[in-house]
Structures are given as structure tokens and as C-alpha cells.
């Protein structure tokens, strides 16, 4: 079936997106019966700032185009109310399904209750969200990002592992850490960090120095770690929350004239070819697998949803580790 993809960009003024999708419903939608009809689903994607968030757009847009669903997709430019408008509209185009990613984890509850008011079934992917009432949505399929940062934790201990066999005294020597974390207020980021002081809690010997957020984004991670730098001489390592964001801390690093992944240990999430590479290089210790590739999953369960089947709350996708000590040349072409 010819796969029907309509790029409404949020730029476009609101009237115009909704003109656009009403536009459509004159000619859009099939009349055949619910058991053949094409599925049209609604997509709002926060946005196009990382390397990891294009491969997440292009994998659902890809499965949709495999299943002969057809795709509204909207990109929200990193904005919540961009999000808002386009789930409204897809509201008014009266979609199937509607799928998004929640740029952040608050202020969904009310467009959520007009989806639901319209008969709507909605699927959350990637990051999660915060609501009162849990029946606004069918079901979240994503990254377990509270075991990422548990992962980047686990790995320090055993890479300090002597420090830490020595704690009582190590306290006077902590290990000293500078934390880049994601979006404020995003359930990727807020995973991340409660994981990551989860395990360390038991670890005196760890100290969080300094954290702030570098919004996922490659030149706020180097500007950040520029700063960083400046106030801080004695950091021994680096926890980011994204790759992005990395690939400006080793920039800044290298600046400042020290050797990353030797004298700054760097702990990374995402895994996207970049932070494979700078494993490979020595300059990373270690790099968290987030799995971008959601797009078979999710439109499956879309699917689902359309067909008005109940799915599972909670799906999270596959993910692993890769750290200085692997074979690394085993670790194949990532694709983002
Ligand atoms: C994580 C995802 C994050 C990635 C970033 O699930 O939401 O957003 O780690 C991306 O690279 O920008």
C-alpha cells in the first residue's frame, strides 16, 4: 500500500497546519472498513539535535513506510508547545493513533485528556512522562535510562576499584566527578541521574563536584567543559549524558591540553558511531548503548492500538554496554 507521509513542519502557523490536515480529510481518509483502512498515525518527534534523535525519527519513519501506515509526522523543534499543537491536530484530523516522544516529562495531561475525550489511543516512545492519571495513554516503549546511569555507575567501580577497596581512607582521595546531564526536565535525563547516584550512594569515595545541563547538545558541551576547565583542575571524570554533548567535551579537553580517556576518565550514553570511534581511540572508557532503532516496535504496537487490541504498559527496548575492555573491533557498524 502506498504509504502516505505528510511532513507538517511546527514552524508552520498553527491554522496552517491544521488547514493543511482538514485539507486532507476531504480526500484523505479511506471509507473502507476498520479491518482494511489504512492506519494513519499521528507522529510528534521533539526535534533533530542529536545524531541519535535522527536515526530514532528516520527508524519510525521507515517501519511505517514497511507497514503501509501512513505517517503524520511533525518535528517540534525542541519545543513543548510545538508538541501540543501538532497532537492537537492530529486530534482534528481524527488519526488512528497518535505517537510521540515527550520532549519533557510534565504538562501532558490536558492534551492527553483530549486525545483520550476523542477516542484517541496514544503511545509514548523514547522518553517518558509524568501524569496523573495513567489511563491517558496505552503504553511506553523506549530506553530504560535509570539502568543507563546505573551502567556508567558500575563501570567506574570497577575501574576504581582499587580506591574503592581502600574507601575509608580513598574519602581524603576522592574520585572526582563533573556530570554534563541532558534536558532539564526530560525523563532521559532524570533516569540518568537518579541510576547514576543510585549506585554511587553506596560509594563515599564518589563525589559528584559539579553537574549541569548541556541540553543534549554538542556546542553546549564544549562550551560547558570550557568553563568546566577553567574552575575545576583536579576532575577525574567525566560523566555525559549523550554522545553529542561529548564529542564537544573532548574538544575542550584536547583545548585545554590533557588527553581524554587517560588523564580524565569519560563515560558517555548513546553509542552513536562517533563514541565507538573515540573508544577505539582511547579518548572515551565508556560508551552506554541507548538503542535509537524503535521504529519495528513501535509501529507494531501502533498497530495494535489502531486495531484497538490492548498492549503492554511497558517495553524497553534492548541496550548493553561497550567499554575500553571489549574486543572492540567486533562491535559492528552502528547506523547513527
Ligand atoms: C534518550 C534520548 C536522548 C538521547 C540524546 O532516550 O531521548 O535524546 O540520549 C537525544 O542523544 O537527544
Not at 107 to 124: F, M, Y
Not at 134 to 156: C, H, P
Not at 286 to 301: D, M, R, S, W
Request: hydrophobic share 40%.
Amino acid at each position: 500500500m502506498r504509504s502516505l507521509k505528510i511532513f507538517v513542519s511546527s514552524a508552520a502557523p498553527r491554522i496552517l497546519i491544521i488547514g493543511l490536515l482538514l485539507a486532507l480529510s476531504a480526500c484523505g481518509k479511506p471509507k473502507e472498513s476498520p479491518a482494511d483502512k489504512g492506519i494513519i498515525l499521528g507522529f510528534s518527534q521533539i526535534g533533530a539535535e542529536s545524531a541519535w534523535r535522527t536515526c530514532h525519527t528516520r527508524s519510525i519513519q521507515e517501519a511505517a513506510a514497511e507497514a503501509g501506515v501512513q505517517l503524520l509526522f511533525s518535528n517540534a523543534e525542541q519545543k513543548q508547545e510545538n508538541q501540543i499543537k501538532a497532537i492537537r491536530s492530529f486530534i482534528a484530523y481524527q488519526v488512528d493513533v497518535i505517537v510521540f516522544v515527550p520532549i519533557v516529562s510534565a504538562g501532558w495531561d490536558n492534551v492527553l485528556r483530549e486525545a483520550k475525550d476523542a477516542g484517541i489511543p496514544v503511545l509514548i516512545t523514547d522518553r517518558k512522562i509524568d501524569i496523573q492519571d495513567e489511563s491517558l495513554y496505552a503504553g511506553y516503549i523506549g530506553t530504560n535510562s535509570v539502568q543507563e546511569g546505573r551502567d556508567a555507575a558500575g563501570f567506574l567501580l570497577t575501574k576504581f576499584q582499587d580506591r574503592s577497596a581502600t574507601a575509608p581512607a580513598s574519602v581524603k582521595n576522592p574520585v572526582r566527578i563533573v556530570e554534563l546531564s541532558g534536558t532539564t526536565g526530560s525523563s532521559a535525563a532524570d533516569g540518568r541521574a537518579q541510576g547514576f547516584r543510585e549506585v554511587l550512594a553506596e560509594h563515599p569515595e564518589f563525589q559528584i563536584i559539579y553537574s549541569e545541563s548541556g541540553d543534549f547538545l554538542r556546542s553546549k558541551g564544549y562550551e560547558l567543559m570550557r568553563a568546566i576547565l577553567k574552575d575545576y583542575s583536579d576532575i577525574d571524570v567525566i560523566f555525559s549524558h549523550n554522545d553529542g554533548m561529548t564529542l564537544g567535551v573532548l574538544d575542550a579537553v584536547k583545548e585545554k591540553g590533557l588527553n581524554p580517556g587517560i588523564d580524565i576518565v569519560i563515560v558517555t550514553v548513546d553509542a552513536e558511531q562517533a563514541a565507538i570511534d573515540a573508544l577505539r581511540r582511547g579518548e572515551v572508557n565508556c560508551v552506554i548503548e541507548c538503542n535509537p532503532k524503535q521504529g519495528p516496535q513501535t509501529i507494531a504496537l501502533a498497530k495494535q492500538l489502531a486495531r484497538l487490541e490492548t498492549i503492554p504498559r511497558l517495553i524497553h527496548v534492548n541496550e548493553t554496554v561497550f567499554s575500553e575492555g571489549d574486543d572492540l573491533l567486533s562491535i559492528g557498524p552502528r547506523g547513527y
